[in-house]
């Protein structure tokens, strides 16, 4: 069964059926685990064990760095550079955030905003600098 309710509200809070997915890695310890937070029920951590210590998986392992701006923040970002009026275009059926990391190693978040409106799918993905909150290209 899928859900037709989205992951985050418009504000880049959890709603009740979603979690947001955290990777750590130290390479002081060369160690990796993930911790799972879902918005209502248990924490639930993950320890990787020796999956990331293979030299070709450290790729992803780039720190994001300690100044960066969260979801909330992103997202009314998002908001006022195209996505609230994509919004009102149509019915949204999932709002998606993901930290990513650009090839140049710069965090990025990157918003989904799945919607449908006269014309079909009509979908917006917004990329704002994690650091500088600067619109990045797709919106």
């Given at each position: 069964?899928?859900?037709?309710?989205?992951?985050?509200?418009v504000n880049g809070r959890l709603?009740?059926?979603s979690v947001?997915?955290?990777?750590?890695y130290s390479n002081e310890q060369d160690a990796s685990f993930e911790v799972t937070v879902p918005a209502v029920g248990r924490i639930r951590i993950l320890d990787h064990g020796k999956q990331y210590q293979?030299?070709?998986a450290r790729g992803i392992l780039v720190p994001v760095g300690q100044e960066w701006i969260d979801s909330d923040r992103a997202f009314a970002l998002a908001e006022a550079h195209g996505g609230l009026e994509r919004r009102r275009s149509g019915k949204t059926f999932g709002l998606f955030a993901k930290?990513?990391?650009s090839p140049s190693n710069r965090a990025y978040w990157e918003l989904s905003y799945l919607?449908?409106?006269e014309k079909g799918r009509n979908d917006l993905i917004a990329n704002i600098d994690a650091i500088t909150g600067e619109p990045l290209g797709g919106i």
């Open positions: 069964m899928t859900s037709k309710v989205p992951e985050l509200a709603i009740p059926n947001w997915w955290f990777h750590f293979n030299v070709n930290l990513q990391m919607v449908v409106d």
